[in-house]
């Protein structure tokens, strides 16, 4: 009698071989499902760009039609002749920022600095000498910005004034006491007394007149 043994190594095998043919559908899937998640990341990623993106335009165009109404009255010459210096300094500081990208702004700018040249000439000359070393308008005007708080015409030229030479007893008298009698005579000595006129007689009492 033949005993019939089955061979455990190609029943192992077997068994891998149906359990990969049956997992093999179910890692397509799981691919299938990571790629579209993937997919939808990406997606919702770019939609969250595109949204942000519009919304800084949005609000960069804002904020240049609000900077505009600041710096287009600088365009019309009867508005800058009569602008004093805090209107013209808001006007340059609305236009700045756009002067590179609009002309409308560029030509306003140029404007307040004419300006500003007239309302404040101290400061201004200090702010063109750094535009000709190549500093950037916003640099050079804000280098500058204290000194619009000074003189704008600021007076050279002139001497100090000559300070009088005190008397000795004018400094004895500055000096802490108490002082010695000595002292205070020989820094007198110097000081020349004035004599305070008496009432001018006009003639001789009645009562001394003889009869």
């Known amino acids: 009698m033949n005993d019939h043994y089955a061979d455990p190594l190609r029943e192992a095998v077997a068994l891998g071989r149906q359990r990969a043919l049956q997992l093999a559908p179910v890692a397509v899937t799981t691919t299938q499902v990571l ?19 519009d919304a800084l335009r949005a ?4 904020e240049h039609r609000a900077a505009r109404l600041q710096w287009l009255p600088a365009n019309d010459p009867a508005w800058l002749r009569k602008a004093d210096l805090l209107q013209v300094s808001r006007a340059w500081g609305a236009a700045a920022p756009y002067a590179a990208s609009d002309p409308a ?15 404040h000439p101290y400061a201004m000359n200090r702010y063109d000498r750094l535009r000709a070393e190549g500093h950037a308008p916003e640099a050079a005007m804000r280098e500058v910005a204290p000194m619009f708080a000074r003189e704008p015409r600021p007076r050279t030229g002139y001497p100090a004034a000559v ?3 005190l008397s000795p007893a004018v400094q004895l008298a ?7 009698i000595d002292k205070v005579v020989k820094a007198c000595a ?8 008496g009432p001018k007689r006009t003639g001789t009492p009645a009562r001394n007149r003889q009869k």
């Open 105 to 119: 702004a560029e030509r306003a700018q140029l404007k307040c600095e004419e300006r500003l040249r007239e309302l």
């Open 190 to 197: 110097g000081t020349t007394a004035v004599a305070v006129p």
């Open 35 to 53: 790629l579209q998640l993937k997919a939808q990341r990406v997606r919702a990623q770019a939609e969250r760009e595109r949204q942000a993106a």
């Open 59 to 62: 609000r960069q165009r804002a």
């Open 174 to 180: 500055h000096q802490d006491f108490p002082h010695t």
């Open 163 to 165: 300070r009088r030479q």
